[in-house]
């Protein structure tokens, strides 16, 4: 009987323990080792900031099977015959011998496994800025259970009633709830002119002026400048870029991530332009006998046509599977991602997919939007509520390229069919003649996401020009001389429009329309866009050719309005 082989991995949390797993199923006998730096492993780290806030109460929760059982090193020993070293590090691969050095951080007592194959599932390391005085007690990350340990501790306890987000991103705005949620005050501060940057402004304005509607401050385009601290050591204020001096007892530093690649890198693999371990589609380094998964793993983006950064626990678990699969040599391609993220801040849902209208004009990619808003199930539908969609289409193509959605409604659901829809090329016009399920507890007729589908096909047909509402801000805000058309009843312009808005109902168009210029830019909205649009076809046919519809309508305008509201 031949010797089993032998598969060490190196990395316990995602990648790694479904690596290991795949192994196990595909060869019963081999000799399969996890190295994991930390001691809890297999934990469920996007659950972390729900852990925080309270709606998760056992911590063991994220590291448990559904059935309640938990992923500790007994229970891959016992149940899946795993042999996991954890609180062990991994100090370097020699690739010529087949062999990962290790050392047992209780004992510091250092040994070597030898490999037949090798998995790396090293993930990320946060991104920590030189800011004077990020080393002061209560200056945070969340990485580890340990530090959603930490973090609660101040959340529970009724110490802490300031607390300053350092970065705008996925986690920073998961934890604006957490600790909103714990009774706290809490501030944002991004460097860069918005939050959620895998967004277009103007939807993430959406969800920032959410964020603020429930007590959220946001500064963005300001900086850290210092982290002051009392003389215990702790955090009393934080010092932005623009001088402002703001008290704090807690700061979570939360600006990114980046692929962790040490170990490769000392061990001569090769590492991508993204800063991740290069892979092939296979989840192959530059070592046949090596391979990558999770987030130190560069990806394949699909639809931008370029490689990657991507730290996601869902890509990284299917990664995982992959690289287990050819490492027992079991063929098995990872076709890449198309960036789909998902995330609920307090009420609101926002998700994405592909690429979005800026990604686009930055990779020099021609193409077409439509932001369109309405309800994720029919208006009288008991629970029915507010969404707004935007979609990206390659003009030359019109293949689907990009979606995102924000709102209280489902969106997520909407974003899931536009990744199949992208996985498989189809173009707008494939979208917008979906068979989707319907019934009004789930959907529309009509779904937002066919409705948006049609409105980009009329944009790229050229039946309408669409303008997005940063578009018409910065216009505004340039002195340019636009006919803002709102074309709603009397009764929601007074409840709320658009400062400078000129209201003739949609009824009333026909017989006023001579009083809409024609020598001048004319830009049209109601509260979502269906009014605007048969409005404005009704100038096209007039003979008026400079008309604009605001994208998704006041429903999708997140900027200054005027009105009872």
Request: aromatic letters at 4%; one cysteine or more.
């Amino acid at each position: 009987m031949s010797e089993p082989r032998r598969i060490v991995i190196i990395g316990g949390v995602a990648a790694g323990p479904k690596a290991a797993a795949r192994a196990r199923r595909l060869d019963p006998h081999a000799d399969i080792t996890i190295i994991e730096r930390d001691r809890i492993l297999s934990y469920a780290g996007c659950g972390l900031p729900y852990y925080i806030s309270g709606m998760v109460d056992d911590r063991n929760d994220l590291m448990a099977t559904p059935i309640g059982v938990l992923r500790d090193p007994e229970f891959f020993a016992k149940v899946k015959g795993i042999n996991v070293l954890n609180e062990t590090e991994a100090l370097g691969i020699d690739r010529k011998t087949k062999e990962v050095e290790i050392r047992d951080l209780n004992t510091r007592e250092i040994s070597h496994l030898l490999y037949d194959k090798l998995i790396i599932a090293t993930g990320a390391e946060p991104v920590v800025p030189p800011i004077p005085g990020r080393d002061l007690i209560n200056v945070v990350q969340l990485k580890r259970v340990e530090d959603a340990d930490v973090f609660r501790a101040h959340m529970v306890d009724g110490k802490c009633p300031n607390v300053v987000i350092v970065g705008g991103g996925l986690i920073g705005m998961e934890m604006t709830e957490a600790v909103t949620e714990c009774g706290h005050a809490v501030t944002v501060v991004e460097m860069q002119d918005q939050i959620l940057p895998m967004l277009d402004r103007e939807m993430a304005d959406l969800a920032e002026k959410r964020m603020r509607e429930l007590g959220v401050t946001i500064k963005t385009g300001t900086g850290v400048q210092e982290i002051i601290g009392d003389e215990n050591g702790e955090v009393a204020y934080v010092v932005t870029s623009d001088g402002a001096r703001m008290p704090a007892q807690l700061v979570l530093m939360s600006i990114g991530v980046r692929p962790s690649v040490s170990l490769a890198t000392d061990a001569g693999l090769t590492i991508g332009p993204s800063g991740g371990i290069m892979v092939n589609e296979y989840m192959q380094t530059s070592d046949s006998d090596i391979f990558a998964a999770g987030d130190c793993a560069e990806k394949s983006c699909f639809v931008r046509g370029t490689r990657c950064f991507l730290p996601l626990g869902s890509v990284a678990n299917k990664e995982g599977r992959v690289a287990a699969s050819n490492a027992l040599g079991r063929a098995e391609r990872f076709p890449g991602v198309a960036g789909a993220t998902a995330l609920k801040v307090f009420d609101t849902n926002v998700g994405r997919a592909g690429l979005t209208a800026a990604q686009a004009e930055e990779l020099g990619i021609p193409a077409m939007t439509a932001t369109v808003s309405g309800f994720d199930k029919p208006h009288y539908y008991p629970d029915a509520k507010p969404v707004v969609v935007k979609l990206v289409a390659e003009r030359a193509t019109r293949k689907l390229i990009g979606i995102q959605g924000v709102g209280l409604g489902e969106v997520v659901k909407r974003v899931d069919v536009a990744v199949t829809a992208m996985t498989a090329g189809m173009t707008v016009d494939d979208v917008a003649n979906l068979d989707l399920a319907y019934a009004p507890p789930y959907s529309e007729a009509m779904d937002i996401l066919i409705h948006t589908a049609n409105t980009l096909r009329n944009q790229l047909d050229g039946l309408v020009t669409g303008m997005t509402s940063l578009e018409l801000k910065q216009k505004l805000a340039d002195g340019e001389d636009i006919f803002l058309l709102n074309v709603v009843s009397p009764e929601e312009f007074a409840e709320t429009h658009i400062p400078g808005s000129v209201l003739i109902c949609l009824g009333e168009v026909r017989e006023r329309f001579e009083e809409i210029p024609r020598d001048k830019p004319v830009v049209m909205y109601c509260k979502t866009t269906l009014r605007a649009y048969e409005a404005a076809r009704f100038l096209s046919g007039q003979g008026y050719d400079n008309v604009s519809v605001l994208d998704g309508g006041m429903v999708a305008w997140p900027y200054e309005t005027e009105g009872e509201a």
